[in-house]
């Protein structure tokens, strides 16, 4: 056997080697990654199986169909609750959806040429994106500060759903805007092109085009700023005000879930009553993500003339 040969075989087995070695290494890999994603799923799957199991125990027709009693002992139920909490979501999102869409399209669809065209406009859309990105980390205490100053007490609103909408609004807005933005930045160049060289105007290119088309994830956007309302406490603290009877218009007081759950646990001896009240909120944030996904579907079909 000539040395050619002989170093040949030992380059083969080395690679043979290298090559099971590598495998190893892809299988640890990929067991490491499913066990995280397993162990992430159970720890979220456990929270939730104990708060349901332990809430479920109180929730009755009673605790769902009477309104909170007040006081340290933490009698009554939550009916009033769920209300304002549907009530404190729509009005939120009602404010808060068109602005950040229609931002995040200026931002995708027209900035672009503006800059171009001004300077001080491009300092403007500067700002506007560092501003958003500033925004989106600032914790919502700061602006439960704000609205209550701003909302509360210079416009003289008042605790009430108002105020809590408008600070509400002002937290979302950033979120909403991003993952507005980045749905529209998913979408091809080519079916704007297309579009376009059919004869479509620009607003109806982004109308029936574009917004279908990244529908999905500014509803993505929209779950996730739901969430974020329905689970604050500190903002709605000092601009809805925590009355426990039902609002009988926005310039009313309230009490959301979230808050009702942190009363309960921090004021009263109801422990029992804040873990039925947590399971009902968890049911109440599954419920209207369902919602929203299912109008938001409806809607896509309708804008794009599937319906």
Not at 15 to 34: D, R
Not at 140 to 153: A, N, P
Not at 235 to 259: C, D, E, K, M
Request: charged letters at 10%; glycine letters at 10%; proline letters at 3%.
């Amino acid at each position: 056997m000539t040395s050619t040969e002989t170093g040949s075989i030992i380059s083969l087995a080395k690679t043979n080697k290298n090559y099971k070695l590598n495998k190893i290494t892809q299988y640890f890999g990929y067991a490491l990654v499913w066990a995280c994603g397993f162990a992430a799923i159970a720890a979220v799957f456990w929270i939730l199986g104990y708060v349901l199991s332990q809430g479920f125990q109180v929730i009755n027709y009673e605790f769902l169909f009477t309104r909170p009693a007040g006081g340290v002992s933490g009698e009554g139920g939550i009916s009033t609750t769920v209300v304002s909490t549907v009530y404190l979501v729509v009005l939120t999102l009602v404010i808060a959806t068109p602005l950040g869409v229609g931002a995040a399209v200026y931002l995708v669809e027209y900035a672009g040429d503006a800059v171009k065209e001004s300077k001080l406009v491009a300092f403007l859309v500067q700002a506007a994106r560092m501003g958003v990105e500033i925004l989106a980390g600032v914790p919502s205490i700061v602006f439960g500060l704000f609205g209550f100053s701003l909302f509360v007490l210079y416009l003289k609103f008042g605790f009430s759903l108002l105020s809590a909408s408008l600070s509400g609004a002002a937290l979302i807005l950033p979120t909403i805007i991003r993952t507005s933005e980045e749905a529209l930045l998913t979408v091809p160049r080519s079916y704007r092109e297309g579009s376009l060289s059919l004869g479509a105007t620009r607003w109806h290119t982004i109308y029936s085009v574009v917004l279908p088309t990244a529908m999905p994830g500014i509803v993505t956007g929209i779950v996730l700023s739901v969430g974020r309302i329905i689970a604050e406490t500190a903002i709605f603290w000092v601009t809805l005000g925590g009355s426990f009877y039902l609002p009988q218009s926005i310039r009313h007081s309230g009490r959301s879930l979230a808050l009702h759950v942190y009363m309960l646990a921090s004021e009263t001896r109801a422990f029992d009553k804040a873990m039925g009240t947590a399971a009902i909120l968890i049911l109440t944030i599954i419920v209207l993500n369902l919602t929203i996904n299912l109008v938001s579907r409806r809607l896509t079909k309708h804008i794009s003339g599937k319906v």
